[in-house]
């Protein structure tokens, strides 16, 4: 939404990519464009949620946060014991990105509807390609611990994610 300047004659608005453009967590939030309504002196900014984004959620763990008994750096097994708990989180993090985008398909019509006032939104003429694919990032730390492998890590989510590639 439009913020006032700070000598207050004027607003502003800075909007930003419609589309995912970097994995950061600030990426993870709802995508919208706007309509400006102007009429005079007076303006409005309608926020539209836009219904065919890929969904993406970041998050973040802590291997030192694991306790001995499940994850030892000592133990020689330790890679697959990490990979297996790993996975489990990319996994879950799936589901909440696919749950997330039904949620937005769901809804975002209703708001747009609200927004432009009726029945008047336009037909849809295209559908995101393989909406089941999701955007999952991770952020592992991993000090005391070795480090996986990310291509052979990655290739156990091919065809559940986008490659960014």
């Known amino acids: 939404m439009p913020m006032e300047s700070t000598v207050g004659t004027f607003r502003i608005t800075q909007p930003g990519s419609s589309v995912a453009t970097s994995l950061t967590t600030g990426e993870a939030e709802r995508k919208q464009v706007g309509i400006l309504d102007i009429r005079g002196q007076d ?28 994850l030892d750096p000592e133990d020689p097994n330790v890679d697959e014991t990490m990979a297996e708990i790993l996975g489990d989180r990319v996994k879950a993090l799936i589901d909440e990105a696919r749950e997330q985008a039904r949620a937005l398909r769901e809804d975002a019509a209703e708001e747009a509807k609200r927004a432009i006032m009726g029945d008047r939104v336009p037909v849809q003429n295209y559908a995101l390609f393989k909406p089941e694919q999701v955007l999952v990032r991770l952020k592992v730390e991993h000090s005391g611990f070795s480090t996986l492998n990310n291509q052979r890590f990655g290739s156990r989510f091919v065809g559940e994610v986008v490659s960014r590639t």
């Open 43 to 70: 303006f409005r900014l309608r926020p539209i949620p836009l219904s065919q984004v890929r969904s993406f959620v970041a998050s973040e763990v802590s291997l030192s946060d694991y306790k001995e008994e499940e």
